[in-house]
């Protein structure tokens, strides 16, 4: 990799200017906000006083890791809401703000009497971001829905895994990560509808469900046509084929994927079997869709025979679409990884250098350096005081 990456504290990027109340806590608000700071956006974390955002405690080795990375670029206020001067510094942040990110139960702004319509009295152009697990309407409104819930529920669970075992969920909270990302590009449209004068601020409501289910694809459609879900495939694809993970005789593994017939057809000069090209079982994409057993044991057997570099180094040789299968530890040192600069080492007080994402994806006229490092509880509390015009109050920060 390059050099360790520091931070630049009077870096901009295109969000340079707009200020994002993050009023959440765990993952879809804060990969939401982790997207528009990444993008020169203020963010401040508004935060419990001594406890801060639960995604601190999703530690390895005692150490914040996922709140290292998905809170860089962010600023921390820590204050309590139900008191009157934390109440009275959080409307003075919002009032400064173009928009807010909270994902309570729906209901509680408007119980704390702070919904939408107050909030738009004091500031009419606020885009007010709302993330709930089912929605801020619809009969299951008022139920907590955690991302294992939603990834369950959706569709995405069921069609997981393997025919022979239980339905899979993903390793890490993949509903909100995506829910984050839908999060962020509405944000931005709204914002685009203010600036245009077109549109007064207005209130975005983006629950966990949707998000992941929009992920399953066309399976509404395919159940209508066929009257049943499509099942459990494994590594394989349920409309298209060949495609798997195939291991390779160094117990390596490398992905194969031919979605097109004139791929599929150059894996089967490949592999040395052209005549495959028109026999009845693999002739077109339905024919092989039908007959993929069969056709995954005559590639794996192929596969089975090399290595992983020398099935690589044949496929690619071929203009095949075959991959390897690959850990994030093999990933920190591969030179596909450092010449994109994908994974980045940035200075870390706890580690030295923590290696992170890059900025998603690139600017070529406003390029988004990284500015600050993820904050300690309350670290700008005083800082944002200040910036208000507030005197200095008892203290609501918490310092390093």
């Known amino acids: 990799m390059a050099g360790v990456v520091q931070f630049t504290l009077d870096g901009r990027g295109p969000l340079d200017g707009v200020r994002i109340v993050d009023m959440s806590r765990l993952v879809a608000g804060n990969m939401t906000t982790h ?43 820590a204050l309590d809401i139900h008191e009157t001067e934390g109440r009275d510094l959080l409307l003075r942040l919002i009032d400064s703000s173009q928009v807010l ?19 738009h009295a004091r500031n009419p152009g606020l885009v007010i971001l709302r993330i709930s697990g089912w929605g801020q309407t619809g009969p299951w409104r008022l139920r907590p829905g955690f991302g294992t819930l939603v990834e369950a529920m959706s569709g995405w669970a069921f069609m997981n895994g393997h025919a022979d075992k239980p339905p899979t969920l993903p390793p890490l909270a993949m509903a909100d990560m995506v829910a984050g990302l839908y999060g962020a590009s509405a944000t931005l449209a709204a914002l685009r509808a203010v600036e245009r004068g077109g549109a007064p601020g207005q209130v975005i409501d983006l629950s966990l469900f949707e998000p992941i289910h929009a992920m399953v694809g066309a399976e509404a459609a395919h159940v209508r046509l066929t009257g049943k879900p499509t099942m459990r495939s494994g590594n394989q694809s349920s409309h298209t084929a060949p495609r798997n993970v195939y291991a390779c005789a160094d117990g390596a593994y490398v992905a194969l994927s031919g979605s097109m017939q004139s791929m599929a057809e150059r894996i089967f000069d490949t592999i040395g079997r052209p005549e495959l090209k028109t026999d009845p ?76 994402h890059n900025v998603i ?32 109050p008892g203290s609501y920060g918490e310092g390093r």
Not at 40 to 47: P, S
Not at 104 to 115: A, H
Not at 328 to 340: I, T
Not at 382 to 387: C, K, S, W
């Open 361 to 392: 994806p690139r600017f070529s006229a406003t390029p988004s350096p990284l500015r600050r490092p993820a904050p300690a509880v309350g670290e700008h509390t005083e800082e944002l005081r200040r910036e208000l015009g507030l005197g200095s």
């Open 101 to 119: 990110v909270e994902n309570f139960l729906p209901g509680t702004l408007e119980r704390w009497g702070m919904g939408p319509e107050v909030l």
């Open 281 to 356: 079982r693999f002739v077109d994409n339905a024919a092989r869709v039908a007959n993929r057993n069969e056709l995954d044991a005559i590639i794996g057997a192929f596969i089975a025979t090399r290595s992983q570099a020398e099935n690589l180094a044949l496929f690619d040789a071929a203009g095949v679409t075959v991959g390897p299968v690959h850990s994030v530890a093999e990933l920190l040192d591969h030179p596909f990884v450092q010449g994109r600069e994908a994974i980045i080492e940035v200075a870390d007080r706890d580690m030295g250098a923590i290696p992170m």
């Open 35 to 77: 997207v528009l700071a990444d993008y020169g956006g203020d963010v401040i974390k508004i935060e419990r006083p001594g406890k801060g955002d639960d995604l601190r405690n999703w530690r390895v080795e005692g150490i914040e890791v996922f709140w290292k990375v998905y809170s860089r670029n962010k600023r921390s206020v």
